[in-house]
Structures are given as C-alpha cells and as structure tokens.
C-alpha cells in the first residue's frame, strides 16, 4: 500500500530564506508523487508532480522537487521564500491498488516572516 | 484548461435540513470525481470515489444514507448532506479526473464551506 509522511506539520521560515518542506513516501511500484498549495478558504493547487523521467522536478512559483528513490524522499525546496508562500503544503501519492485515488499527508502550514 | 468548480462557495443551514452541493468540471470530461472532507488545520480525508453513472464508492465510516453522492454526466457530481447536523459542519472539496490522463492526475475545486447552525 501507498502512503506519504511529510516531517513537521509548521515550518517557519525568514523572507528570502531557503524554504525546504520534507515528504517521504512508501509505494510497493514506481510512485506518482504530488505538491499541493493551499491557501485560506480555497482548494488545493499543483504545484509541481513526478511520473516519470527526470528526478529534479520545477514547478510553478519557483518550487521545485526532487526524487530520490534510494531515501524514498520527494521534498519540495524554493531557493528564497515570498509572503505571498505562506499556506498550507500537502504531498500525495497516488494509490493504484485502490482505484487510483490520492493518498495525503498530514500538510505543513508554512509561515514566512517579514 | 482542467478547471473544476463548486457550488455554493459557503452555505449556512439549520440543524435538519438537507443542502446540495455542486461540482462541474468545465473543460473537460471528468469519468471519475472525489469528494473529500477537510477539518481546520488537517488534511483531506476521501469520502467517496463516483465513476460517471454508477453507484458512488464511499470510504470505510462514510455513512452512504447520510452523504448522498449523485454523478449522472461526465460534468456533474453532487453531493447531498441529508438532515445536516453541526457535526457535519466542514470544508467540502471535490476533485475530478479525466479518463485519458495518463498518470490520474486530479483537479480540484475551490471547496464549498458548510455551517450548520
């Protein structure tokens, strides 16, 4: 079975700071991985998915990630943190022994400070 | 392109009544739609799986006679909180697939906000 764990439900970065939100996955097949953006009130936006090919991959608002089989990792990074990235991140696997739906993470809200 | 949306966007209600919400995908044909419930500070928990014309597929402790989960065209799905109560006060989000996508990549909707007063 297919699950997600991402480490640290809050982080909290400076403005301009790196920013580095951990997710690590379990899949018994080559996984199809996800990040989620959530803002206040809204739904959940792409921010960037692995299916296959390339490990580093980019994504919308300078996010990117990187698959690492050998760590089951997928964390998300962007090289200098905006206010505008405050929000909620979810991480997903999908789950083809069930139908093909999206198994989450717990989230991590991230803060960024003026 | 692969835009779902939801309607209403909040509603309030009182204890008892029924309340329908609505997810369209726009431009696409959507052959699978998720409904997930969302509680403050948490993650998305899947309610229900509906394929386009057949009975929905609720998740293990989803009372199915409660969340009415209706998905007759391959752009419609809606989900109907019977004799709503304040414990089914929530975020509601739906999701929708494509059939040809190759990799099941969802879409999701914006999420309606339920109050039951």
């Known amino acids: 079975a297919q699950s997600v764990t991402q480490l640290g439900s809050h982080v909290s970065v400076s403005e301009g700071a790196l920013v580095l939100l951990r997710c690590n996955y379990s899949?018994?097949?080559?996984?199809?991985l996800f990040w989620y953006v959530q803002y206040p009130n809204q739904g959940l936006q792409l921010l960037l998915k692995y299916t296959t090919g390339a490990t580093l991959v980019k994504g919308i608002n300078g996010f990117e990630a990187e698959f690492k089989k050998s760590e089951t990792s997928f964390h998300l990074t962007k090289p200098s943190a905006h206010m505008s990235d405050a929000a909620e991140y979810f991480c997903?696997?999908?789950?083809?022994?069930?139908?093909?739906?999206?198994?989450f993470g717990q989230g991590t809200e991230l803060s960024v400070k003026p | 392109g692969a835009v779902v949306s939801q309607h209403p966007s909040r509603v309030i209600c009182k204890s008892g009544t029924s309340v329908k919400i609505e997810c369209r995908s726009l431009?696409?044909?959507?052959?699978?739609m998720f409904w997930y419930r969302q509680f403050p500070k948490k993650s998305l928990m899947l309610m229900a799986t509906s394929n386009e014309g057949s009975k929905a597929t609720y998740e293990q402790g989803v009372e199915k006679d409660k969340f009415l989960i209706n998905h007759a065209s391959l752009t419609l799905s809606t989900l109907t909180v019977t004799s709503a109560h304040p414990e089914d006060s929530s975020f509601y989000i739906c999701s929708a697939r494509e059939w040809k996508t190759p990799y099941n990549e969802q879409f999701f909707g914006p999420g309606t906000r339920l109050t039951v007063l």
């Open positions: 431009d696409f044909q959507a052959t699978t």
């Open positions: 997903a696997v999908i789950a083809y022994n069930q139908g093909g739906k999206l198994i």
């Open positions: 899949s018994s097949v080559p996984p199809y």
